[in-house]
Nanobody, 124 residues
């Protein structure tokens, strides 16, 4: 049974940093790309970053960094210089490999598994 469990969210002030974790189980971790999405209040869920099974990193924001620990089957999203507009629920997700995709090419609708999310609130 695939499980993704996020943690590390919280209430922070503008300019602070946070590290989110996504603990994965139920699949061969190194064979899957791990995605991070964010859903801001009243908005659609959007992709934030992705790390491939062989550690390729794809980020939309230079304030963020992504990594993974194979031994712990955990992916991390490190966010710095946080702004109020970073507020939202952060989800990790993954999709079954194959299907003709190159690494980290999946979109929101392609994800097969989602965590329940962790809330990040950035106050001004």
């Amino acid at each position: 049974q695939v499980q993704l469990v996020e943690s590390g969210g919280g209430l922070v002030q503008s300019g602070d940093s946070l590290r989110l974790s996504c603990v994965a189980s139920g699949f061969t971790f190194d064979e899957y790309d791990i995605y991070w999405f964010r859903q801001a209040p009243g908005k659609e869920r959007e992709g934030v970053s992705c790390i491939s099974g062989d550690d390729g990193k794809y980020l939309k924001d230079s304030r963020f960094a992504i990594s993974r620990d194979s031994a712990a089957t955990t992916a991390f999203l490190e966010m710095s210089s946080l702004k109020p507009e970073d507020t939202g629920v952060y989800y990790c997700a993954t999709m079954n490999p194959g299907g003709g995709y190159e690494e980290c090419e999946g979109s929101r609708s392609d994800m097969d598994y989602w965590g329940k999310g962790t809330l990040v609130t950035v106050s001004s």
